[in-house]
């Protein structure tokens, strides 16, 4: 079955970095676009950044562009979220997210907290 596990989160000072990863199973990985997508306190969840199975394609929300960077390691099933310049509003729970089969698969989510 399809899984999507997220590990990289935690606390950081405004204006610092820190990298996401999600490793996925279950499906031809390579072959599928993947996503990150936020949730904020009170707020609804919104798309973050997206590649697609090749990696030749990414899109990223205009509140995220050019501070986060979405890569993926189709060798090990792996996709990542680079995010720099963090910022007290990034402060979120960070999901990976899959399309498959016509079904939205999630991770369980990491934790981002940006505050001084």
């Known amino acids: 079955q399809v899984q999507l596990v997220e590990s990289g989160g935690g606390l950081v000072q405004p204006g610092g970095s820190l990298r996401l990863s999600c490793a996925a199973s279950?499906?031809?990985?390579?072959?599928?676009?993947m996503n990150w997508y936020r949730q904020a306190p009170g707020k609804e969840r919104e798309l973050v950044a997206a590649i697609t199975g090749a990696g030749g394609s990414k899109n990223y929300a205009d509140s995220v562009k050019g501070r986060f960077t979405i890569f993926r390691d189709n060798a090990k099933n792996m996709v990542y979220l680079r995010m720099n310049s963090l910022k007290p509003e990034d402060t979120a729970v960070y999901f990976c997210?899959?399309?498959?089969?016509?079904?939205?698969?999630w991770g369980q989510g990491t934790q981002v907290t940006v505050s001084s």
């Open positions: 997210n899959a399309y498959v089969a016509t079904k939205n698969y």
């Open positions: 279950g499906f031809s990985f390579s072959s599928y676009a």
